[in-house]
């Protein structure tokens, strides 16, 4: 089966800034690409038809602070990707996250 050939790995970068743009943390995770989206892999690269493209990105929280993220196909009820959890990170009301996913499939 080709997902047995697929060696996807990535890698997360999240950033922490202030109201001004200042970093106030920033973070580098590796990537867990999950069964389901090895599976999405291999059916986008023998079949067109497949389901919608990578779309979107969720993060949650466990404690109040933001600890996951994923990238699925849709809002809800979609195709998962991939998904990692981190250590917390406490965004305040003027902070902004930026998280930049990257994927690699060799």
Known sequence: MLTD???PSGQLKIVLRDKDGNIKSEQNEKNLVV???LNYIAARMTDTSEPT???HMAVGTGTGALTE???L???SSGTMLCRTVFSAVNK???????ITWTITIS
């Not at 305040?92 to 930026?98: I, Y």
């Open 5 to 7: 050939f697929l060696k």
């Open 35 to 37: 069964t389901a989206g």
């Open 53 to 55: 493209d990578m779309s």
């Open 69 to 71: 993220a994923a990238v």
């Open 73 to 75: 196909n849709a809002s």
């Open 92 to 98: 305040g009301a003027d902070d902004s996250v930026t």
